[in-house]
């Protein structure tokens, strides 16, 4: 299961919460197992995932009718389910044969509601939630909706659940690990894909084709893909373009595609040729960075000490003048989970988070540098989800 | 330029607005040319486009420090802009020798502002627009920001500009059309990359996997791949699996990557071997239905009219109990863009709308069938965005 049931039924005693309420793509198929296409590729479409404390009533998912195909062929651990809205299809002599056509058939038999705020206000009338403290995540709702809810069940006592998904979700369970693991690996075969592509006179965006192929090969989709060449490898959001490769320059790679909707974020950096002697020490000295963090990590560790002493050993190591804002972040369904590993972090190193650990540095006009390694933490330290090393890639010309 | 500027200027004449503001991601692109990664690829990261009535003020872009390489890299027309919170870069000795590095050098000398909201406020208060109708697409703000934002302007008239929007958007200009003709194109490649795949005992999974790669071959990225062989034809949203294809098998193709931001979405009906005499008869009807609508359509038609005479049409042509929603809608940036081709819907047809044009038909256990075209409305009628007409294709065994 992708849900830390464990911890979220934590959270929502502490918070005296009767129900939670998940509406954005991230909280409803962390909630469910539900992916409901049509809320991840645009924004509007709702679906939502009910799930109140125990003995007051059963989870239950919130969805269009036009989306219970997906139910039935995903089979979410979440079983009940609430549709609204039409969509026409036929029951063919046939649909009894089939596990997933049966179950598309019988989903399109329940009751339907006119609309998405219909159909979620029954679902917590009928919950016995009218008079409840309910936590709304309201990231997924469109404008009005809030509103309109709040006078549909006047008596609810609303509190935002923001906060509580993001906690929740900081602390993966074993599936999400494997997943998490399966997507920074995909990551690094494309890096390797792409760097094969480096020759004199190749364009980045040959490297991000190569990249992206590679990605879908390994059974992942394609979302962050920025590869720069030289000065445009100091651009931190470099979208590919026809830049071509020449001699001694440095090959940024800031990427990570999508496995089962879990995200990979991880950096390397090559060189096209032998590395300006700058490039090998900057490097070296963000590379112990990371290192470092993969020592020092243990639960129970504050995110803001570790910022503190990564900062002061990439500076020991041969950046002095090194700045920035955070050197990690969680991972998941969502690119920034918690926790964050900034200064103003209050967060704490727990067992199960999954990180990415970075120390980019960017220097405009010459080149960015950055290494980055997706981790877990276990009990006693800090596990690599990698297969590679952060060390600067000389490829050969 | 993607931006309608004539259709805005219209609209907020006729709305007697000082300002409009877009929030979300795809409005965002619209008016200013600049895509922001962060808000394309996640929820939270804010960027907005601030566009004044002429003569009040210079339409300004506001965004995180961040993410200002990609201002810099992608010279979007909208010239100023304000940037919020901190972002540790360094500007190398080479910084003038690149027009890039110069100006993301330069836009990091802009004076920054604490977060997004406190941007947007001084850069209305700095346009005179502290007492203004602004119009304001709230879609793209997190919870609470316009609260927020209420406080701050108390003066400011706010009125809701997503209608605006989407109303502006909805008929193209010229560089939008030639997008969505390149990704309507790479679509069809891709098809006809997955159906080369196609033989005896591969899965859904295999031809997806040859239809993302055309699309990233085609500098396209991959965002619906909807696949499905015989019986699981008929789930609408169907996700590739193993499902192995055998003799007999309607292939059902519901999909469109995005080619420059602009998305794809088209349908095509393939058999593996001869199809059955029922697919057959049922897909010419629904042929007919989409040749129709390209056939009938001109400016001024109202869309609801359209729709009755395609379902009209489909039932005559051979499936007398057809019934349907919408026979189909507006993209662009979105993949449902202005106007909906439905019974309720009030819009009519101007010059310029790109439309996906669709008659799918879902058969639970058995099949869906599905006809989609991309066209342009031109002054005399319908250009067809298409290579390929949409016959069934019978793939040799």
Same mark, same amino acid.
């Not at 405009?364 to 290494?371: A, P």
């Given at each position: 299961?992708?849900?830390?049931?464990?911890?979220?039924?934590?959270?929502?005693?502490?918070?005296?919460?009767?129900?939670?309420?998940?509406?954005?793509?991230?909280?409803?198929?962390?909630?469910?197992?539900?992916?409901?296409?049509?809320?991840?590729?645009?924004?509007?479409?709702?679906?939502?995932?009910?799930?109140?404390?125990?003995?007051?009533?059963?989870?239950?998912?919130?969805?269009?009718?036009?989306?219970?195909?997906?139910?039935?062929?995903?089979?979410?651990?979440?079983?009940?389910?609430?549709?609204?809205?039409?969509?026409?299809?036929?029951?063919?002599?046939?649909?009894?044969?089939?596990?997933?056509?049966?179950?598309?058939?019988?989903?399109?038999?329940?009751?339907?509601?006119?609309?998405?705020?219909?159909?979620?206000?029954?679902?917590?009338?009928?919950?016995?939630?009218?008079?409840? /403290?309910?936590?709304?995540?309201?990231?997924?709702?469109?404008?009005?909706?809030?509103?309109?809810?709040?006078?549909?069940?006047?008596?609810?006592?609303?509190?935002?659940?923001?906060?509580?998904?993001?906690?929740?979700?900081?602390?993966? @369970?074993?599936?999400?690990?494997?997943?998490?693991?399966?997507?920074?690996?995909?990551?690094?075969?494309?890096?390797?894909?792409?760097?094969?592509?480096?020759?004199?006179?190749?364009?980045?965006?040959?490297?991000?084709?190569?990249?992206?192929?590679?990605?879908?090969?390994?059974?992942?989709?394609?979302?962050?893909?920025?590869?720069?060449?030289?000065?445009?490898?100091?651009?931190?959001?470099?979208?590919?373009? /026809?830049?071509?490769?020449?001699?001694?320059?440095?090959?940024?790679?800031?990427?990570?595609?999508?496995?089962?909707?879990?995200?990979?974020?991880?950096?390397?950096?090559? @060189?096209?040729?032998?590395?300006?002697?700058?490039?090998?020490?900057?490097?070296?000295?963000?590379?112990?960075?990371?290192?470092?963090?993969?020592?020092?990590?243990?639960?129970?560790?504050?995110?803001?000490?570790?910022?503190?002493?990564?900062?002061?050993?990439?500076?020991?190591?041969?950046?002095?003048?090194?700045?920035?804002?955070?050197?990690?972040?969680?991972?998941?369904?969502?690119?920034?989970?918690?926790?964050?590993?900034?200064?103003?972090?209050?967060?704490?190193?727990?067992?199960?988070?999954?990180?990415?650990?970075?120390?980019?540095?960017?220097?405009?006009?010459?080149?960015?540098?950055?290494?980055?390694?997706?981790?877990?933490?276990?009990?006693?330290?800090?596990?690599?989800?990698?297969?590679?090393?952060?060390?600067?890639?000389?490829?050969?010309?």
């Amino acid at each position: 299961m992708l849900l830390n049931e464990g911890r979220l039924r934590h959270w929502m005693e502490k918070l005296r919460l009767d129900a939670v309420i998940a509406t954005a793509p991230e909280n409803v198929t962390y909630m469910s197992g539900f992916w409901a296409l049509p809320q991840w590729i645009r924004r509007g479409p709702q679906t939502y995932v009910v799930w109140p404390a125990q003995q007051i009533a059963e989870p239950e998912i919130i969805t269009s009718t036009s989306t219970l195909d997906l139910i039935a062929d995903q089979s979410p651990w979440v079983k009940r389910v609430r549709r609204y809205g039409d969509f026409h299809v036929v029951v063919g002599g046939d649909a009894a044969d089939h596990a997933v056509s049966r179950q598309h058939a019988a989903l399109n038999e329940l009751p339907g509601h006119l609309d998405a705020l219909a159909a979620l206000t029954s679902a917590l009338q009928e919950a016995g939630l009218a008079h409840a /403290n309910i936590g709304l995540d309201e990231s997924g709702l469109l404008p009005g909706h809030k509103a309109a809810l709040s006078a549909q069940l006047p008596k609810v006592q609303w509190t935002s659940a923001a906060a509580l998904f993001r906690s929740v979700r900081a602390v993966k @369970t074993d599936e999400e690990v494997e997943r998490l693991a399966k997507v920074a690996r995909i990551a690094e075969r494309s890096i390797k894909a792409a760097l094969a592509a480096a020759r004199e006179g190749a364009s980045e965006r040959d490297l991000a084709r190569a990249f992206d192929i590679e990605t879908v090969m390994g059974g992942g989709a394609p979302v962050l893909s920025c590869i720069g060449f030289g000065e445009r490898s100091a651009l931190m959001n470099v979208q590919p373009s /026809n830049r071509a490769l020449q001699p001694g320059d440095v090959i940024r790679f800031d990427v990570g595609g999508r496995y089962r909707h879990y995200r990979a974020d991880i950096a390397r950096i090559a @060189t096209f040729g032998e590395p300006p002697p700058e490039v090998r020490r900057y490097h070296q000295a963000l590379l112990r960075g990371v290192q470092y963090a993969c020592e020092a990590i243990q639960p129970g560790m504050p995110t803001a000490k570790l910022f503190e002493e990564v900062v002061a050993v990439v500076r020991r190591e041969g950046i002095p003048h090194y700045r920035r804002d955070h050197v990690g972040h969680g991972i998941g369904l969502d690119g920034y989970d918690a926790p964050t590993l900034s200064a103003g972090s209050t967060e704490v190193f727990e067992e199960g988070m999954v990180l990415c650990l970075e120390t980019p540095y960017y220097e405009i006009g010459r080149w960015g540098l950055q290494v980055e390694d997706m981790v877990v933490v276990r009990r006693g330290g800090v596990e690599r989800l990698m297969a590679t090393d952060g060390d600067l890639i000389e490829v050969a010309r």
